[in-house]
């Protein structure tokens, strides 16, 4: 998943998202599901110029019937292991444009893109998790295709140059996790197709959260979904 | 069992600009700090250290008009009667001992003792209990003098810290600095403190106009000291500092705000009928009521007051000290809404701090290495 010298040593996520800020997480969804999701965004999107950046909330993604399928039993066991008191509030699709010269987000930020998100200033405790994304590659992911980059340096040290950092490459279906508070960014997409990304992102639930009360989680919240447990504390009903 | 996760091959290395990189960490600690207090968890208590003077003008009433937020459940001061005081007076329980039980308890703790006792307080505190979820509110200048930057990593070991700038938080200021953004004038070229702030606190309020830019170089004259920003913007800092008796001048592209006090009333009258945009003190029958605001021809008056506490005194030193505590209420208002004040932390404070001491004490012009700055906060800031 991660290049062609991929290392094929093993360590619990929680170990690894503490080191490395990064768990590479082997297959949870089959290239059958990938290839549908893809269709059917495909499918949403056929009128739009392929130039123009695409972008699904949850409520559309909902809409297209895939949300089920992407929060199946082995993600919500992941998560739930590694933060039981997880609160969704990220969960949309989108594309990065092919043809970029700069990272699609903080690119002009004078580091290459490379940042710590805002909302993660909050995570103090050191013993445990507080802001984590979870990435499902849709496309094929190079080097030159945008693919995510992380630092093993966290929220305590200063991003220092040449440090050595890892390039998420992979197939489309390969995900993994990481910790927003370690330093991390987009590649620009080079190449001349889209890379398409699916994210969710969770958090603590007794921290601010004002994203889960927006509109998109509201379907949600209607749906058969609550139906678990485990998504009915993601959507903090 | 555990999910496992195949280990990470790094495959590319970090290659950014040192300098961008340490600029991006010194104004990335203008984190927004309401996130660092429990939402859920309201009022937050807090643990005072320190009696002094400072504590009995400005902390108390500051933090007795925020208790809806801001629970203290106890006062430490080396000097036990003047905690008993207070816990007399105020009604914070005067304790013997900063032990455990306290600190763990506390959600903030405000340190407003002597500079130069600063460092070994923090040990004590550090010594006692783990503080990777506690806020520190800590009063400027931060530490005394150069040699007690050595004990700046200490700070780190707090959530997050925030400095007591109250001077840049008075009403007055507030006043102009949101004028300023409002009237038009453009993007402001140059601040002229005229016998108004004391070092840092006159740099951090020059500053706080420009986004707290770093200053690229200084110079010392016979007036007093300029300090020219990274983006351009000019900081004339005019000596003596006379706490109320100065004014403050903003120039931007299209206009320009002026803050004139009323010591002088003279004076006072003849910048109300030269400038077109002017805040001015009210005084009614001996008592200042407030600010008045005038832009192009209006007049208002813009009054403050919270709960018990209001600008209205009748002695220009009270209305000093009333100005220090309604920027203190802003510096914690800050840790629960956004303001200016949030984005002050201690490396601010420090920059502050050390850039104003130096430019003022070497006359002639100073060009201000980043380099060496990034380079002295990379052997101060880290563990």
Same mark, same amino acid.
Request: hydrophobic content about 40%; glycine content about 6%.
């Given at each position: ?16 998202? /503490? ?76 594309? #990065? ?30 013993? /445990? ?50 910790? /927003?508070?370690?330093?991390? /960014? ?11 990304? #699916? ?39 | ?6 280990? +990470?091959? +790094? ?33 937050? =208590? ?24 801001? &629970?203290? $459940? ?11 005081? $207070? ?10 001992? $900063? ?13 407003? !003792?002597?500079?130069?006792?600063? +460092?070994?307080?923090?040990?004590? !505190? ?8 506690? *806020?520190?509110? !800590? ?20 959530? &997050? ?55 690229? *170089?200084?110079?010392? =004259? ?8 990274? =983006? ?56 200042? !009521? ?62 502050? =701090?050390?850039?104003?001491? $130096? ?25």
């Amino acid at each position: 998943m991660i290049n062609n010298n991929a290392s094929q040593a093993w360590l619990s996520v929680p170990d690894s998202l /503490r080191r490395y800020g990064l768990a590479l997480i082997d297959d949870l969804y089959t290239k059958e599901s990938i290839q549908s999701w893809n269709c059917d965004i495909d499918q949403y999107f056929k009128h739009t110029p392929p130039t123009e950046r695409r972008y699904l909330n949850a409520s559309e993604l909902h809409s297209l019937g895939i949300t089920k399928q992407i929060l199946n039993k082995p993600l919500l066991n992941l998560i739930n292991g590694l933060m039981p008191d997880a609160a969704l509030y990220h969960f949309h699709f989108y594309d #990065i444009p092919g043809m970029s010269n700069s990272p699609h987000i903080h690119g002009d930020n004078g580091l290459k893109g490379w940042h710590r998100d805002d909302d993660c200033f909050f995570g103090w405790e050191k013993h /445990r998790f507080h802001f984590v994304s979870f990435f499902i590659y849709l496309t094929d992911v190079g080097l030159d295709s945008g693919p995510f980059e992380i630092a093993p340096l966290n929220k305590d040290q200063p991003l220092k140059n040449r440090t050595p950092s890892t390039k998420v490459l992979g197939p489309p279906g390969s995900n993994f996790i990481f910790d /927003r508070t370690f330093w991390h /960014r987009a590649n620009p997409n080079l190449s001349s197709s889209n890379r398409r990304v #699916i994210k969710l992102s969770f958090q603590n639930n007794y921290l601010p959260n004002d994203r889960i009360g927006l509109e998109e989680f509201a379907t949600l919240k209607r749906s058969d979904l609550v139906a678990s447990p485990i998504i009915k504390q993601w959507l903090m009903i | 069992m555990d999910p496992m996760a195949r280990i +990470p091959v +790094p495959n590319s290395e970090v290659d950014v600009s040192t300098y961008q990189a340490w600029k991006k960490q010194l104004f990335e600690k203008k984190q927004p700090v309401k996130r660092l207090l429990h939402a859920d968890r309201v009022p937050h =208590n807090v643990l005072v250290i320190g009696s002094g003077h400072r504590i009995t003008t400005n902390f108390i009433p500051a933090l007795q008009s925020l208790e809806a937020i801001f &629970n203290v $459940i106890g006062i430490w001061s080396r000097t036990r009667e003047h905690a008993q005081y $207070i816990e007399n007076t105020a009604g914070w329980p005067a304790i013997s001992d $900063i032990d455990r039980v306290h600190l763990n308890a506390a959600d903030l703790i405000v340190i407003s !003792i002597t500079a130069s006792a600063v +460092p070994n307080v923090l040990k004590m !505190i550090l010594n006692t209990t783990d503080c990777s979820n506690k *806020h520190l509110v !800590i009063d400027t200048p931060v530490f005394a003098g150069f040699r007690q930057s050595l004990f700046t990593p200490l700070l780190r070991h707090f959530a &997050n810290v925030t400095v007591t700038e109250d001077y840049m938080n008075f009403p007055q200021f507030t006043l102009l600095r949101h004028h300023t953004n409002t009237a038009s004038i453009g993007s402001i070229k140059k601040v002229t403190l005229n016998n108004t702030g004391y070092l840092y606190h006159g740099l951090a309020l020059g500053r706080s106009f420009f986004d707290f830019d770093l200053v690229k *170089h200084s110079n010392r =004259n016979q007036l007093g000291v300029n300090y020219v920003l990274n =983006n351009g913007g000019l900081i004339e800092l005019v000596l003596p500092y006379r706490r109320l008796e100065g004014s403050v001048s903003v120039v931007g592209e299209k206009g320009d705000f002026h803050y004139v006090n009323s010591v002088n009333e003279k004076s006072q009258k003849a910048a109300l009928s030269r400038y077109e945009n002017v805040i001015t003190e009210a005084w009614e029958k001996n008592t200042c !009521i407030g600010f008045m605001v005038k832009t192009k021809g209006s007049s208002r008056l813009s009054s403050f007051s919270l709960n018990d506490i209001t600008i209205a005194c009748e002695q220009r030193d009270r209305l000093f000290q009333q100005c220090k505590t309604f920027g203190l209420i802003d510096v914690f208002k800050s840790l629960s809404d956004h303001n200016i004040n949030g984005g002050y932390n201690y490396l601010q404070a420090l920059y502050d =701090n050390y850039v104003s001491h $130096i430019s003022c004490q070497r006359t002639g012009k100073l060009v201000w290495d980043y380099r060496l700055i990034m380079k002295w906060l990379e052997l101060t800031t880290l563990r």
